[in-house]
């Protein structure tokens, strides 16, 4: 008896670790999430500033090529490849 009382004592201290351990990775993750959001903020902020936001050509795509593929149970898919117009 004394031995299932050493066993569940373990799996409960088991499982609360797992948890933690899982919220802490969780947090370090969104950290870094709005770190690279934040980077990215203002490098852009910066090309606004510059002006070379406005400089840069949009992408245009134009249709190239048109393909009906099947899948595995013979159903048709209409498959359409673009390129860059830009390139």
Same mark, same amino acid.
């Given at each position: 008896m004394n031995s299932i009382n050493i066993i569940y004592t373990c799996l409960i201290i088991f499982g609360i670790l797992f *948890?933690?351990?899982e919220i802490i990775c969780w947090w370090f993750k969104m950290n870094q999430?709005?770190?690279l959001l934040t980077e990215i903020r203002d490098i852009l902020h910066a090309k606004k500033n510059k002006g070379e936001g406005s400089k840069q050509p *949009?992408?245009?795509l134009q249709e190239k090529e048109t393909v009906i593929l099947k899948d595995f149970f013979g159903?048709?898919?209409?498959?359409t490849s673009f390129?860059?117009?830009n390139k």
């Open positions: *948890i933690c351990r999430v709005v770190n *949009i992408a245009k159903k048709p898919h209409k498959v390129k860059d117009e």
